[in-house]
């Protein structure tokens, strides 16, 4: 992987020892929201485009994407998913076959009404997600009992015209994704998918971007516009505000009725299929970056990180004869280091602290520093990038501790974040104290009615809203946390959210 | 990889031994037009969009196209091309500001007029091509020769509101491909690299696709909108018509210029920047069906087919026992071709002659039958889809047997298509020569002075397009083919075009 040199401005900054260019001067902690762009941006990792919403994705970014890309494709061609690809324009008729679907997407619809100078007889729409024009072909597929299952997926990226303030990744106009629409003969075969799915979600969350996640049931309020029911996996923000992670709907026999997707059974009958929908997107990136970014940048876990070792030769001046030795050394470090993503940065215009610093910033988990003295003692010294700790290792056993050390970043920044989840969640019995836990940036947990009714109290009196009810329910006992009298049936989250 | 199975009305054709809704029923040397669409439709690659133009890539065709996007993601990451994503959506101003480019998009272009209800207050295009929206990006990320090359692709599809009768893959008003945008400090490193990447497509095309191509550099007419050359692979399709296979573009710096690109030399000089431009698109999938298809359906290169071996169980419903046991060494060899891409057609409700024909039809490269006597003796029966012939293996050699013919397969497909191609290039001395050259379905090769005229003056009398100018010229003597008086520079190829 080659990376981008450092544009000559940033280099001017760097000689007059000014790092501000480079470096972030908003502090995680107290300034999220001036944090967070900052770091996507000085980390290469996104540019802004010229229409608001719809970000460059540079390749320091898409290599993470691929990444994930790769895995989630794996599994679900293990599940027997295959990929396709539908059209990215949709005639506005079909978009408004299923009421509730369309009633959901219409506002954000971005519509294409001509070609050159000659006017659409009818609008078309950009995917805002491919319900409406996959199952139009579904239902030409689909005949018999032996059609189904029927699993498709698509990678492509969609349009929903949203969000006054766009924020790059967590929430933006255009994003990739995944789409995945499939159809059963049975309504438990369904059920059983949405819950397969999103556990190799929840994977891609914890194994790949060490971000432990939240998994249950949305309510019917926040539930997919089609959908019988969503399921999802809920992240808190470090500036307290929870996101929705990914979800997988039970479509049920909603779409199946409206486009006319039926399969004659074992017995000869005609049914409705049963039918899933589920996605995952790029932001996904924008929610790791902001767990486990710092003041110096970006920190990237290691089996998603497009650099995972940085070597940085020290080199002196005045020493040429030991400068070609250390090089050399670095070069074969490298190539030891095969199976790793690794970088050496040779660039002779800039001062080891500065590559540092920008290496820092880009959030490689490791870097490997070989200085004269090293070169004397046949050591090197290894940095962690989450921890700052300095160890120094024989230069014959790096790759087994570079090995080890990523392993162990990558664990430490999973139990980080799980540690930080864990501390966000507060019980809260009354309305009251749910206010207060949410104003707090924490998430409320509360045990529920399951009435819309209470729901709503919550978003009018303190503007949370709720994430979902976690497929693991504590004994539930007693009233509704909200004072209606009703019993409580669930234990629910609440948190401010994005 | 799992295959669908046939949907329940054709199940009811074969009951009535009525082959004709499963099979082709166009013959592809006397109606090409008829045949071609029949195939793709029957083999499952694509379907009809409600979108005239727009069509859907079904599983047996995606997945051919990601074993090319694979091969060609790995060559360009090899050479040092990175991947990234940009928007979508074009702001009107920028898709205008270089005007060769402009001029040669403008009509094909889908605009984005509204969100909503909501008008925009300028016209956004649909991405034809994203040469505008990258270069915007690209100043600002270019100050240096040490920024440079910068090497960027996306995979993604494009609209083009062209073609009035669309034909899938081949004439198409969405599709899918990948553009590489590319930036050099100098004219000689951005020349080298258009033929690099050619030859990156012109093995996709004949060591994956089995298809040969003509390498050279299309005219100065036929070039791309703001380039200043083209390179091109050009194929000839079984129905006497070229096809241009893909391109690579020196853009020169008509963009840079129009879109300040510029860098300081090692000098401290400000330069303008070289630039690049180049694509692969899904057009690739229809040629190669329309090379290597026949009577029968789809041919596919063993490379490229999502199933290689289909194993067809030869069972009688007065035998359980022998049945037992040929399933049993059916779902073994299986196992044992497990580096293959496999399938064992173990459906209940169809005829062997039934899977045979449609296996056939799906263009698998080899069909393993056994039957009863096979299993008597051990043996199994190998037949190839590309010449029909049968032969004998022993159960312990089928591994290596199927190895070499699926080697044997893809060689043959290549050297037919090869053989045809040759026979079809005809020297032509004049106008008129050239004119029953093109007439007969033939490439004609002339001599050529290289003006605009003359090679206008074809297109005028014979309907013929100039396809390119070999990179591998003969010995250029004598006058132009046209009778225009002038000396002759070049070879180059005309024939009726897609």
Known sequence: MVVRKIPEEKAAGEKSNNKSELGITARKEFDFSEWYPQVIQKAEMIEYGPVSGCMIIRPYAYSVWEVVQSFLDTQFKKSGVQNAYFPLLIPESLLRKEQEHVKGFSPEVAWVTEHGDTKFEERLAIRPTSETIMYDSYKKWIRS????????NQWCSVVRWEFKHPVPFLRTREFLW??????????????????EILDIYARAYEELYAVPVLKGRKTDTEKFAGAVY?????????????????????????????FDI???????????AWQNSWGFTTRSIGIMVAIHGDDKGLVLPPRIAPIQVVIVPILFSNKPTINEKILELARDMKKELKTIRVELDEREEYSPGFKFNYW??????LRIEIGPKDLEKSHVVIVRRDTGVKESAPVSEVTIRVIKLLADV????YNKAKKFLNDSIVKAGSLSELKSVVDDGKIASVHWCESNECEAK??????????NIPFKQPDIKGNCFCGCGRKAEKMIYFAKSY
């Open 262 to 272: 039926t399969f004659l059974d074992k017995e000869g009958k005609k049914q409705y």
């Open 458 to 467: 919550v978003k009018d009196e303190t503007g949370a809203k709720s994430l």
């Open 230 to 258: 969503s399921n999802s996996l809920e992240i808190l923000m470090p500036n307290g505000r929870a996101i929705q992670g990914c979800t997988t709907h039970l479509l049920g026999q909603n779409f199946s009725k409206a």
């Open 145 to 152: 009992y032996r059609d189904l299952p029927l699993r498709l």
């Open 178 to 195: 995944q789409e995945g629409h499939t159809v059963f003969a049975t309504k438990e075969e369904a059920m059983k998918e949405t819950f």
């Open 410 to 413: 990558q664990d430490n920044l």
């Open 360 to 365: 820092e910033l880009k959030g490689v988990p």
